[in-house]
């Protein structure tokens, strides 16, 4: 399928195939907001669930501390809840 006639779902699909890529990525990748770029994604792995690929899911991860047990670890926080430092790297997703 060429890339003109794919949806944006679609080649977000194809990408994360390929390789792993945080929400800000996707965002500069596609032309879309982080937040859009989340919502593919939760989207593309719901359409996964009755196939033999899965989502894969790197959490957020605290630069200073390591902290990277997020209550939702597809949304990037804001701080670390352990620490509170702001250093707290994107989530990184990728089919496999």
């Known amino acids: ?15 994360l195939r390929e390789r792993a890529a ?3 990525g996707l965002a500069r990748e596609f032309d879309v907001t ?3 770029a ?20 790197a959490p957020p991860e605290c630069e200073d501390c390591g902290f990277s047990d997020y209550d939702d670890p597809l949304n ?3 701080r670390c809840p352990e620490c ?3 250093a707290v790297e994107e989530p ?3 089919i496999e």
């Not at 890339?3 to 779902?9: G, H, L, P, Q, V």
């Not at 989340?38 to 899911?57: C, F, G, I, K, N």
């Open 84 to 86: 509170k430092s702001e």
């Open 92 to 94: 990184a997703f990728r």
């Open 34 to 36: 982080a937040a859009d």
């Open 38 to 57: 989340v919502s593919h994604v939760r989207h593309v792995a719901r359409s996964l669930e009755p196939t033999d690929e899965r989502m894969m899911v």
């Open 22 to 24: 945080s929400p800000s």
């Open 76 to 78: 990037r926080p804001s």
């Open 1 to 15: 399928m060429r890339e003109a006639e794919s949806t944006t779902r679609e080649r977000i699909t194809d990408h």
